[in-house]
């Protein structure tokens, strides 16, 4: 038998073993493939190079949103931002995940970037508390920018501030406009109910 093969059949044995421990085990998995292509796995985020891989268990949104309310209430008013807009911002961008990454590469509860966690100053993206007060600390300089108009300034945490000043509205990009309409009807149902 082929050294390939011996490792393929290894391999074969092994993951749907890996696979079960993951199951029963209810805890998340990180991965990262390192300069020599090599993948590595582990259930603890040691390393910041590791990015959440499977998603075990967890709290629901519901829950989320009550474990973070005093951050999210000291972030308002640090900020000048309302609550209810920073939940509706955080339920668009990761229904309160705080371990969510996007495609893109955003990270955390609000989605930062890592150019806009830098600039606001937000050391570990994947802490609640760090990524809740600089996303709404970035918020707030939309806020500020687009005259307090709440539709420009989720555009702009979506599509750009640039952007959205080119076009003085909420620019023709399909992601952007159903990105806007979906915070905007958090905003409202938070706003309805009081939480």
Same mark, same amino acid.
């Given at each position: 038998m082929s050294l390939s093969r011996l490792i393929l059949s290894v391999t074969i044995i092994v993951v749907p073993a890996l696979l079960f421990s993951f199951r029963y085990a209810q805890a998340d998995i990180y991965r990262f493939k390192d300069e020599n292509g090599v993948w590595h796995f582990t259930n603890v985020r040691s390393d910041p190079r590791y990015r959440l891989y499977i998603r075990e268990g967890g709290l629901k949104a519901k829950q989320y949103i009550m474990s973070y309310d005093a951050i999210i209430r000291k972030a308002a008013e640090q900020f000048g931002v309302e609550a209810h807009l920073i939940k509706a911002v955080i339920m668009a961008e990761s229904a309160f995940?705080?371990? +969510? %990454?996007?495609r893109s590469g955003a990270q955390g509860l609000m989605q930062l970037m890592p150019t806009t966690a830098d600039d606001m100053r937000v050391r570990d993206p994947f802490d609640p508390k760090? !990524? %809740? *007060?600089?996303?709404? /600390?970035? *918020?707030? @300089?939309?806020? $500020?920018?687009? $005259? /307090?108009?709440?539709? *420009? +300034?989720i555009a702009a945490y979506n599509a750009g501030a $640039? %952007? @959205? +000043? !080119?076009?003085?509205? @909420?620019?023709? %990009?399909?992601?952007t406009k159903r990105f806007v309409n979906k915070v905007m009807k958090y905003y409202m149902e938070f706003r309805k109910r009081g939480n």
């Open positions: 995940d705080p371990n +969510a %990454i996007s760090e !990524n %809740i *007060l600089g996303g709404t /600390q970035y *918020l707030s @300089v939309l806020l $500020k920018r687009f $005259k /307090q108009d709440k539709r *420009l +300034a $640039k %952007i @959205v +000043a !080119n076009h003085n509205s @909420v620019p023709p %990009i399909p992601q």
